[in-house]
């Protein structure tokens, strides 16, 4: 079995976040600068919807030496963000929250997460990008590589893995001589960096949160900084001494055997779908023999794109998926969707995955090849495991030393990969469904951790806090009394959610709204636009008719004939039909759109086949625009309206005509086919 290189590079990434946008600025180190104070500031960050994000978000960079070790050589800038507690008397040790990667971006989800729990939690939260990511500087970002991606997804094989590597080659090529020294952008460099930022804001005591690759980072925090650290939250650990890049190999299939098992234990789910291991690599055979090409539409551009999808491609895809809440509900449905020729989920989840612009991967491989590329490929933990898995773990493996003979940086002394023991209060989280960081990762981690507490979220994935009341809940208990184990009894109530229905319906708009198009939110506002213009004939059709009841003059009944009298009033029916539909179909489908997206990843791109009758209403919609544009054309032709009748007329046929075009675009016209 043979995987491409290209798509391996996303495989790993312990990032747990899925999103879009771009930004690479180009910026020389300095030699001199304010070492360890914060400037501040433009944030960088919004939110697609506003509502879901506090905007008193202080902004800035606090300067850090490039090594640590020459306190007066050269500098880079951190970009961080303070969200004040306002309650009345807030704690004074903030949360540091710090995301995976390596070389995730902090600011794409943190703010909105947060939203509310400056509050709640009773503290400040401050939010920083590590060095090498986006925002700081200087970022290691590869654009070689976000140029190349549409151009790798045409391709398989041989051909894939070296256009991605003659992206990466050309990257650090560019990078070196941009002045940056790769090799200062690893673990023990970045932790070094939180104290200085902890310094420069101000704070004595501060709490750590990271997820991910952040949680590696908290562990080196533990070790080499330990002296103003209050506590300490790990979410989706990475234990230093337990090289996760060995086991990737079985915790694919761990997570892919936990799925499966779920619904095999559930009765209505192995009724509804019978046989679904077999079936599913069936498909991923099948995809292997007969690669489907697919069109993808570019998350920041709206560039449509081909892609060619094999069963290698399908298998790592859904391992990117499996990261997201609830996303093992959708996994039968999917199959079986599949083996239809739906493609609706692999043509919404692919490019947020092969076309994100906001991952440096010059800090991941940094990271990566300075501490984590030292093993060997036979080293690969095979056994027990699917054949499809263990066949090409090895060369996978090899990928990754294949990767770092380019990325050449200066190598971690070995001790960095040794237990961290401590007595720091540290909360261990992990989920269930974590397809990269199962919770036996945690248990590794906390053998050394005298006051560490692990909990496990029975239904998570990667990366559980903050994501319901009981998480939440344990998070504050924890914050508010570290030395204290929290209770953690809610999560013995957590229901599974429902798997997807096979009677559950694909709808493309769900997974626009997940990932805040901003496509969708265009769609949206010239939608909300022309029917409130439709709707005002709710307004004015009614004064028309009462101002000539007042004034006892029926001009119409004097003026016109009665056909195109006629022709008025059904126009007027016509248009108050159209808007009372109009509101019926809206209603129906945001009725079905919340609850779908109250299961969450369960229902992503799936809506229950109750809701099928609604796509009738953009169907009729089509005949009443029709039937409105026509008469409008007969006003203007006949001459016997007021200029204010046919200019209202023309106004309410552009505005149903516009509507149902925006309907179209957005699929909704097409669901009953």
Avoid at 39 to 55: K, N, T
Avoid at 218 to 242: A, C, E, F, K, T
Wanted: charged share 20%; aromatic share 10%.
């Amino acid at each position: 079995m043979h995987r491409s290189l290209s798509l391996l590079f996303f495989f790993i990434m312990l990032s747990s976040t899925i999103t879009v946008a771009a930004s690479s600025p180009n910026f020389q180190l300095e030699s001199e600068g304010n070492r360890g104070s914060f400037e501040p500031a433009e944030c960088w960050f919004d939110s697609p919807i506003p509502l879901l994000m506090r905007s008193d978000f202080e902004c800035g960079y606090v300067t850090v030496p490039e090594f640590h070790s020459d306190s007066d050589g050269r500098t880079i800038r951190i970009p961080v963000a303070i969200l004040r507690s306002k309650v009345e008397n807030p704690a004074p040790d903030p949360l540091f929250m710090a995301q995976g990667g390596p070389g995730g971006d902090a600011f794409e989800v943190f703010p909105i997460l947060t939203g509310q729990k400056a509050e709640t939690l009773g503290r400040d939260i401050v939010i920083f990008n590590q060095r090498g990511t986006r925002y700081a500087e200087p970022n290691l970002m590869c654009t070689e590589s976000f140029e190349a991606a549409q151009e790798i997804l045409m391709l398989s094989g041989d051909e894939a893995d070296n256009r991605a590597v003659e992206a990466l080659s050309a990257c650090y090529e560019r990078l070196l001589d941009e002045g940056t020294n790769p090799s200062a952008y690893n673990s023990l460099e970045n932790a070094a960096d939180v104290d200085v930022i902890r310094e420069a804001l101000g704070y004595d005591e501060y709490n750590f949160y990271g997820v991910s690759y952040g949680t590696l980072l908290g562990l080196h925090l533990m070790r080499n900084h330990p002296d103003q650290l209050r506590s300490v939250i790990l979410d989706g650990v990475v234990p230093p001494d337990l090289n996760f890049i060995p086991q990737v190999a079985r915790n694919t299939d761990r997570v892919f055997t936990e799925i499966i098992q779920t619904c095999e234990n559930d009765a209505e789910c192995r009724a509804e779908f019978p046989d679904l291991e077999n079936r599913f690599f069936a498909l991923v055979d099948e995809l292997n023999q007969s690669p489907k090409t697919l069109t993808i539409r570019d998350p920041e551009t709206g560039e449509r794109v081909e892609t060619l999808l094999n069963g290698d491609a399908l298998v790592e895809l859904l391992f990117q998926a499996f990261y997201l809440p609830d996303a093992y509900a959708t996994f039968p449905k999917l199959v079986a969707n599949l083996e239809e020729g739906d493609y609706t989920f692999i043509r919404g989840i692919w490019p947020l995955i092969a076309l994100d612009r906001t991952l440096s991967e010059g800090m991941y491989f940094s990271v990566i090849c300075a501490e984590d590329a030292d093993f060997y490929p036979d080293e690969v933990m095979v056994e027990g495991i699917r054949p499809y898995f263990a066949d090409g773990a090895v060369s996978e493996m090899q990928s990754y030393l294949d990767v770092c003979e380019i990325w050449q940086v200066n190598q971690l002394p070995a001790e960095v990969d040794n237990a961290v023991q401590s007595d720091i209060p540290t909360l261990l989280l992990s989920g269930h469904y974590d397809p990269i960081t199962p919770p036996n990762f945690a248990s590794v981690a906390a053998e050394g951790l005298d006051n560490g507490y692990t909990f496990v979220d029975p239904t998570g994935s990667h990366g559980v806090a903050l994501a319901d009341s009981c998480l939440d809940g344990i998070v504050q208990q924890f914050l508010e009394s570290p030395e204290r184990e929290p209770d953690g009894s809610c999560l013995e109530e957590i229901e599974p959610t429902d798997f997807v229905a096979a009677d559950a319906i694909s709808f493309p708009f769900l997974g626009e709204i997940n990932q805040f198009s901003p496509s969708m939110w265009t769609q949206l506002g010239f939608a909300s636009l022309f029917l409130i213009g439709i709707l005002s004939s709710y307004l004015v059709l009614p004064v028309a008719w009462l101002i000539g009841v007042l004034r006892k003059k029926d001009h119409l009944a004097r003026t016109y004939d009665p056909k195109a009298r006629r022709l008025k009033w059904i126009g007027g029916i016509l248009a108050l039909l159209f808007g009372m539909l109009a509101l019926i179909f809206v209603s129906g489908v945001a009725f079905f759109t919340i609850q779908s997206l109250l299961n969450g990843m369960a229902n992503i791109f799936a809506i229950s086949r109750s809701a099928v009758p609604f796509f009738v209403i953009p169907l009729i919609l089509i005949l009443i625009s029709l039937g409105l544009s026509i008469i409008a054309v007969s006003s203007w032709r006949k001459k016997v309206w007021p200029l204010w009748a046919k200019i209202y007329y023309s106004f309410l046929a552009i505005c149903a005509v516009g509507y149902v075009i925006v309907l179209t675009m957005g699929g909704m016209t097409t669901m009953l086919l």
